[in-house]
């Protein structure tokens, strides 16, 4: 099915906050086991042919290794360092993703994505690129500029996630451009480089786990 | 404390899919009681002295009746006729609505709204005419422009939350205006009649219930 190698790059930047005091969210427990255990597996119970790359940053590594041992983990993993910023997690992970290859980036806390999730980006970026998971917002939003703020037009409005996947070579080329800035998604530093972007369709199931709501939404879906 | 009187306007506008067989959200059961209830009595415990108009579709009238004659509901609340869009409905009840009031307009799938925010509403709403709740957008938005799409800047970004509280006389005159055109919200017809829009810090507890997994999150919560 798949014509390329395919690679996935988990993202755990968090690092906790005050010093290290608070767990970051991708340690903390789910039904179980810590999150980011159900983050990896995802990719590797779509095709244990994934090649997953889990960028940490360097502090929580030892932490990581400890739940690895703790629970015989069974997932094959590289670990490498996570930077201060997203995009400098995301970069270092990149080094280790070789050209002509498809590679799916995804947020640590997401861990409920679906195996079909993983297998339409794949899909989609052989065909198109990229392939960026989204949905209709819900909510309405409003776009503050300076005192005031206004409506945006919510039926053209699409809630990003996860995975984003891409062509090696296209993402690694896109974050080589970057000079400056801090970028929320790949997406946004794709199109930064000139790039268009294909979307597919994600899932309301897929949320990223960053308030105490989202962890107890997590633990009744699972 | 408030020196207006106080009216809570409930759009409970959901009259089911597919030919009403499905059950519209605000009459699921949250916790032991239907959604609708405790969206109702939230407004009951912040004071009872607000004066409380359930704006309902006519066709579940009668199921509602049925639910507050089974559980003997205590709130006493005005039942006025949804219409068929979020708009009509908000008309029907402002009808209902004097002039110099204040006039809270919350979702009644938003079960969790808290006492202050409910009194947060009407201060401001006192003050400035308007108050709306928002809360900073967690996830990266995309605005779809025909073929392609581009990233919105996230920190200018605000989720508009309810309830959304206002000068009777100001809210009521937009409404006026109003000859086309549907709006996802009250804060949007105010400011398609040229004012301008004080917001507030609404909660990431304060959700609305449209899907399974809000429903599941709400359970956590309560």
Redesign the interface.
């Known amino acids: 099915m798949a014509n390329k190698k395919e690679f996935a790059i988990i993202v755990a930047g968090g690092s906790g906050t005050r010093m290290g005091s608070d767990l970051p969210k991708q340690f903390l427990d789910l039904g179980g086991e810590p999150i980011l255990f159900r983050t990896i597996r995802a990719f590797h119970n779509y095709s244990t042919d994934v090649s997953i790359i889990l960028a940490l940053p360097e502090q929580w590594q030892e932490h990581w290794q400890s739940l690895v041992d703790r629970d015989q983990f069974e997932v094959s993993h590289q670990v490498v360092n996570g930077g201060q910023t997203r995009t400098e997690s995301v970069i270092n992970a990149l080094a280790k993703v070789p050209n002509d290859v498809l590679v799916a980036i995804h947020d640590g806390v997401r861990p409920l994505v679906s195996r079909d999730m993983i297998a339409n980006s794949f899909q989609i970026a052989e065909e198109y690129g990229t392939a960026v998971a ?1 949905m209709p ?9 300076g005192e ?5 037009p ?1 039926d ?6 996860t995975p984003q996947t891409f062509k090696s070579e296209l993402i690694k080329e896109a974050y080589a451009k970057i000079d400056s800035g801090e970028f ?2 790949d ?2 530093v794709a ?1 930064d480089a000139g790039v ?2 294909k ?1 597919f369709p994600g899932s ?2 897929n ?2 786990i ?2 105490a ?1 989202d962890l ?2 997590a ?3 699972i």
């Open positions: 989204t917002v819900k909510e309405t939003i409003r776009m503050i500029e005031s703020s206004k409506t945006l919510r053209q409005l699409q809630t990003i996630q929320t998604d997406a946004s199109e268009n972007i979307l309301y199931r949320i990223k960053t308030t709501e107890a939404t633990n009744a879906l």
